[in-house]
């Protein structure tokens, strides 16, 4: 299934190929420019999402533009990485032909009636008259999100934007709440993963979380998959979905952690 046939509604478009395996890496991959006289928005979402499904995200971001008559264009970013490849937060790099109070509420209102973990932020850099080159904006990128423990080689931000542009100015946002779910993929006895289906895990949660949240993404790493779900409250998410986790054997030996 394609990005077009998938919906940033639709979760369920997430799960053709989901899978207790390694799967192959992907980042954003942006070849744009910002021109002198527009405005550079990065948007630093607290959510661990997949290429694909940021992708679905800055499509219907796109989609809401069109039909407010936003001139927005996405011209990079992606996914920074912790030391075991998977993604802590998701940059969005947006060039806007015009830029007021309006259109930020705009951007932030979509991002709070889609995805908008608590955490998030949104930076503002007006034109100037110099131009710098997208390493600053890669770096104003990672000074916003990274530890002092995570290490370069672990960003994966892609952008070529060259946009003429002074200090930012920040706007923190975001109401919801994350829980990932960790499950074990190598200790269980290999039967389980023969008769047990881990899309009926998605399934299942995403039923569970009607009207308190959702599953948004997945990652699939060497020894374990993890599901990410965000809505209101990571508490009631966990009340919801445990009486299921802690009686369906492919969630054997899984952890519940809050991841906003």
Known sequence: MTNEDASVNDPAAMLDNLEIVMPKQDTANADSIVANDETLVVVNLKAKLRPEDQGELEDAFL????????????????SLLDDNGESFESVIEIALVECNDTIIDHIIGFFESTLAPK????????????????????????KNTVSENTSAENIAIDSEAEPA????????????????????????????????????VFD?????????????????GYSETALYMYGDSYEQMVKRIEPFVS???????????KIA
């Open 247 to 257: 009686t369906y054997p492919l969630c054997n030996k899984s952890k519940m952690v």
């Open 63 to 78: 989609d809401v533009c069109e039909q407010l008559n936003l001139q927005a264009d996405i011209v990079g970013g992606g």
């Open 204 to 220: 299942k949660c995403n039923s569970l979380l009607k009207g308190v949240g959702m599953v948004n993404s997945y990652w699939q």
């Open 119 to 142: 955490g998030s932020s949104l930076t503002i850099y007006e034109p100037s008259n110099s131009s710098i080159d997208s390493a600053v904006i890669k770096d104003t990128a990672i």
């Open 165 to 200: 542009i002074n200090a930012g100015r920040k706007i923190h946002f975001g109401h919801q709440e994350g829980l990932g779910l960790y499950l074990n993929g190598k200790d269980l006895a290999p039967k389980i993963y023969q008769k047990y289906d881990i899309r009926h």
